[in-house]
Every structure is written in C-alpha cells, then in structure tokens.
Nanobody, 124 residues
Framework: QVQLVESGGGLVQPGGSLRLSCAASGITLRDYSIGWFRQAPGKERERIGCARRSDWGASYSDSVKDRFTISRDKAKNTVFLQMNSLLPEDTAVYFC?????????????????WGQGTQVTVSS
C-alpha cells in the first residue's frame, strides 16, 4: 500500500522558515517526479514546485521561486520542501504528490499518489 505522509507544517511569523517533509512507503520516490501543491481556502489547488524524475531538476511557480527549494534524502525515501521568507499569502494546506512520468506537469490530475496535507499558517 502506497502512503505519503507530510509533516513539518505549523504557525510561523512572516519572514520565517519551515521545512516540510514528505515520507513515502510502498514506493521509491526516486522512481517518480515529485510535485508540491498548496490549496488555500476558497482557492484552487496550485502546483508550486516539482522535481523531475529524469534528472531531479526542479521548477517552481513564480509565487515561490527563489524562496522555496525541493530536496530529497534517498536513504530515507523522503522529499523536503524548504520554505524561506514566508509571506501571509503562503498560508495554505501543502501536499506532496507523485507522478510516474519523468517530467513534471502543472495539473494536479496528472499526479497519482497524494499525501494527506499539512497546514502552514503565516501570521504575526
């Protein structure tokens, strides 16, 4: 049974940092492209970053570029999202998801396995 478990969310002040983790069981994450998504109340799910299976090259949305970074620990079968310089508009539930293809896709429908999400709240 495939399971993705996110952790690391919480309440942080503007300008602060958080690191989210996405731990997998039942699959080996290096065999998948990994997407990070977020969904704020009343808004559509947004892909904010993705690391390609083919070369682990990462791409980011304009809203988080230069602030967020995707990394991984192969031995722990875990992917991370380092979030720096957080803004109130980063408040959302964050999800990791996997896609078997070697390249990323913007659509959440292109991803097969999803974690349960972790809440990130940026507020003073």
């Amino acid at each position: 049974q495939v399971q993705l478990v996110e952790s690391g969310g919480g309440l942080v002040q503007p300008g602060g940092s958080l690191r989210l983790s996405c731990a997998a069981s039942g699959i080996t994450l290096r065999d998948y492209s990994i997407g990070w998504f977020r969904q704020a109340p009343g808004k559509e799910r947004e892909r904010i970053g993705c690391a390609r299976r083919s070369d682990w090259g990462a791409s980011y949305s304009d809203s988080v570029k230069d602030r967020f970074t995707i990394s991984r620990d192969k031995a722990k079968n875990t992917v991370f999202l380092q979030m720096n310089s957080l803004l109130p508009e980063d408040t959302a539930v964050y999800f990791c998801a996997t896609r078997r293809a070697g390249l990323c896709d913007n659509s959440y429908q292109a991803y097969t396995y999803w974690g349960q999400g972790t809440q990130v709240t940026v507020s003073s």
